[in-house]
């Protein structure tokens, strides 16, 4: 199976400030022929289901405000959230959905 | 606005099978666009893939659970439903189930989640 690492484990970020969290596949999930990763980020709060960020590593979900963005390409991304909102405080997975089977990473619990 | 809805004991036995069902509102689960999955996540650890069905019964399993999981889809009621068979204590999770799209042929992310139920074994 694909192992997803996702680093930090936890982070704590000031209201107003940037939040960057890594995520890295063991192997590249990246399709050559259409040039998409197969990566996507979620958020996850208690009581709530996983909602759906960011698609083919960098495509933002409708509605997910713009202060969210993906990037990367091969086995490393990263999601980044430009200035962190009270709201935010969650945990986010990445996953993989290039291989069977689909994979997640262990998540990185996001403090304010 | 697309809905899904787990339902099902919130509690099996060792050994026994654990059924779940997953009633989709607000859209048709007849489409060929999309497959339905079920996803887990034991306390304290990574969301698990467990397998996805399509509306014409298209089934893909994660390997590691295959051998204990049965996926059917009844499409008169827009439902869905998981079996897992012989479950022991580490099948204690909360259970999602999902829609995701099917794109170039290839399941994808998953777009809408249900709530989530979670199911304890325990005698």
């Known amino acids: 199976d694909i192992v997803m690492t996702q680093s930090p484990d936890s982070l704590a970020v000031s209201l107003g400030e940037r939040a960057t969290i890594n995520c890295k596949s063991s192997?590249?999930?990246?399709?050559?022929?259409?040039?998409?990763?197969?990566l996507a980020w979620y958020q996850h709060k208690p009581g709530h289901p996983p909602k759906l960020l960011i698609y083919w590593a960098s495509t933002r979900e409708s509605g997910v405000p713009d202060r969210f963005s993906g990037s990367g390409s091969g086995t490393d991304f990263t999601l980044t959230i430009s200035s962190l909102q009270a709201e935010d405080v969650a945990v986010y997975y990445c996953?993989?959905?290039?291989?069977?089977?689909?994979?997640f990473g262990q998540g990185t619990q996001l403090q304010i | 606005q697309l809905q899904l809805q787990e339902s099902g004991p919130g509690m099996v036995k060792p050994s026994e099978t654990l059924s779940l069902t997953c009633i989709v509102s607000?859209?048709?689960?007849?489409?060929?666009?999309?497959?339905w999955g079920w996803i887990r996540q034991p306390p304290g650890k990574r969301l698990e893939w467990i397998g996805s069905i399509s509306y014409s019964g298209n089934t893909y399993y994660n390997p590691s659970l295959k051998s204990r999981v049965t996926m059917s889809v009844d499409t008169s009621r827009n439902q869905f439903s998981l079996k897992l068979n012989f479950v022991i204590a580490a099948d204690t999770a909360v259970y999602y189930c999902a829609r995701h799209p099917v794109v170039a042929a290839t399941l994808s992310f998953f777009d809408y989640w249900g709530q989530g139920t979670l199911v304890t074994v325990s005698s």
């Open positions: 996953q993989q959905y290039y291989y069977t089977p689909h994979t």
């Open positions: 192997q590249s999930v990246l399709y050559s022929s259409n040039n998409k990763d197969y």
């Open positions: 607000g859209g048709s689960i007849r489409i060929n666009d999309y497959y």
